[in-house]
T-cell receptor, first 114, second 113 residues
Framework: DSGVTQTPKHLITATGQRVTLRCSPRSGDLSVYWYQQSLDQGLQFLIQYYNGEERAKGNILERFSAQQFPDLHSELNLSSLELGDSALYFC?????????????FGAGSRLTVL | GNSVTQMEGPVTLSEEAFLTINCTYTATGYPSLFWYVQYPGEGLQLLLKATKADDKGSNKGFEATYRKETTSFHLEKGSVQVSDSAVYFCALSIRTGANNLFFGTGTRLTVIP
């Protein structure tokens, strides 16, 4: 157990729908990251939050949004889902926000869009 | 830009064989380098890291040396076990930048008894 908790583990939904993925960071970590792992794109950085503020943005689609709440948990919202959004979505956390900090990953949420 | 290129897989080895997975990088700043491992059905786990040139990261019999002159961070293990079967990812982050990791494409290793 890495200490980073992601729910749900698996999610199956239809095209056009909206889903929310949740992440609780490791105790003491202030920074949360979201990554997408798909067969064709590999591991892609989506977005980073630090203590409630957006810190960095990667290849995140406009249909996707995220936030980090005062209790430091984070949610990734995916809307108008397409078949190509089927992927494993990982959350990671770290103490700080700079590149010197090591990331701890959760077990992932597997999204299947039918 | 920042990117990581790692050896294409899959790699299949017999138990106790020597393992090398090549990784080279391009970085605009001063990178930290990492190897992550993903076992079947699980998330990524940090295997080892190195934060400056000539540093050697090591863990569970795996080693990698940060070579600035060749921009490489090759992963090695002298004697692999069946339990090492997993996907291995090389990654970098820029220490003074935002802490998003740039990952290679991953190399799947299968070790057969």
């Amino acid at each position: 157990d890495s200490g980073v908790t992601q729910t749900p583990k698996h999610l199956i939904t239809a095209t056009g729908q909206r889903v929310t993925l949740r992440c609780s960071p490791r105790s003491g970590d202030l920074s949360v990251y979201w990554y997408q792992q798909s067969l064709d794109q590999g591991l892609q950085f989506l977005i980073q939050y630090y203590n409630g503020e957006e810190r960095a943005k990667g290849n995140i689609l406009e249909r996707f949004s995220a936030q980090q709440f005062p209790d430091l948990h984070s949610e990734l919202n995916l809307s108008s889902l397409e078949l190509g959004d089927s992927a494993l979505y990982f959350c990671a956390s770290s103490v700080g926000f700079s590149g010197a900090n090591v990331l701890t990953f959760g077990a992932g949420s597997r999204l299947t869009v039918l | 830009g920042n990117s990581v290129t790692q050896m294409e897989g899959p790699v299949t080895l017999s138990e106790e064989a020597f393992l090398t997975i090549n990784c080279t990088y391009t970085a605009t700043g001063y990178p930290s380098l990492f190897w992550y491992v993903q076992y079947p059905g699980e998330g990524l786990q940090l295997l080892l890291k190195a934060t400056k040139a000539d540093d050697k990261g090591s863990n569970k019999g795996f080693e990698a040396t940060y070579r600035k002159e060749t921009t490489s961070f090759h992963l090695e293990k002298g004697s692999v076990q069946v339990s090492d079967s997993a996907v291995y990812f090389c990654a970098l982050s820029i220490r003074t930048g935002a802490n998003n990791l740039f990952f290679g494409t991953g190399t799947r290793l299968t070790v057969i008894p």
